[in-house]
């Protein structure tokens, strides 16, 4: 049994709880990056059209907002650890019934079931992480989302070399849900994180209350960018005739391989530089890579260069936040909470809203909304840093 000691009046978790959350969150990446390369072949099974196999992605956003909102009660009056097991079994069994289900109605059901299980365990392992490592987590924060950057990326690397292997959609599935599987093993053995208790009188409830919407406000803008941005730079480009379509699907790989690059290099400036600092640096960069687009509109090399300069700015953005925020107000499960739905919503509500608009205004309505947004992010941050935040 790993040892538990109580310093300082706060519980001290061995560094075998951070590593357990690690290896689990690679398996997160994993299940995020699977459904996108298996959607062709999800339809074949179906027999349905294209427009009715997106429904799948709809599903499992839904999920995971679900699982956002109920875990942050869940993690408050439960044990985490087993919760966290058990809900990475749900996501488990789901993965293994996928391949096996042509009934797109059934299929639709058993992605929402996908995420909640996801929604719950992500929420789980940034909301214990905290728990466990309190005021110095920056860095621990910064790590866990690099890792989980680490399995999105090999995510569909994996499930395609397992369908060139075994030509089955079936043994794809099965040998991710017993990777997932495994991925969650060692987290169970291990003693649960105290939950925090929240320590705000009845003057600072309001004040409080004020600083959680601001900041899930901030997840919207962030998240949507991202989400938005990923999704629909593919077709700018080639909307705009400055790549085909398979030179334009990278755009997408080099913004999410920048953002997983820079998560790495921001686990040491975490421990350097307050989060203060890192959140105002990482959105200048993002307002000056999509500025750079906005004066030149037709150059493909800036394209890529501010799509690069995009990821790597949005990289640290999301860890950042929450080391930020625990240095001012406690956060318990209810509260992270929040900020995971504000991040879940701002996911399916931006690419929606650009993709009834992408036609009748143009591509560039895309680099438009991702700028504004990251100034209204920026504005946010410098207004929580002066009355709420002063690190």
Known sequence: MTKVSLRGGRLTVPLATTAAYYIAFIGLGLVSASLGPTLP????????????ISYLITARSVGYLGGSIIGGQLYDRLRGHPLFFGFGLLTVAMLALTPTISLLWLLVAVMVLTGIGQGVIDLGGNTMLVWVHRERVDPYMNGLHFIWGVGAFLGPVLVA?????ANDLRWA???LALLVFLSLLWIVRLPSPQPVVEENGEGQREKVGLLVALITIFFFCIIGVEVAYAGWITTYAVELEML??????????????????ARLVGIPLAARFTPKQILVGDLILCLVSLGLVLLFPQSVAILWVGTIGLGAGMASLFPSMLAWVQKRATLSGKT????????????MVVP??????????GPGFLIWVSFGAMAL????????ARRFLVR
Do not use: C, K, P
């Open 41 to 52: 072949a999800l339809r074949e099974l179906t027999g349905v059209s294209l427009s009715e």
């Open 161 to 165: 070399q397992l369908l060139l292997w």
């Open 173 to 175: 599935y099965w040998a």
């Open 244 to 261: 085909d379509e398979i030179n334009a699907a990278y755009l997408a790989s080099a913004l999410f391989g920048a953002l997983t690059v």
């Open 336 to 347: 992270t909470s929040w900020f995971f739905v504000g991040g879940s919503l701002g996911g």
């Open 352 to 361: 929606w809203w650009i993709g009834q608009l992408f036609e009748s205004i």
């Open 377 to 384: 992010t920026l504005l946010l941050v410098m207004g929580l």
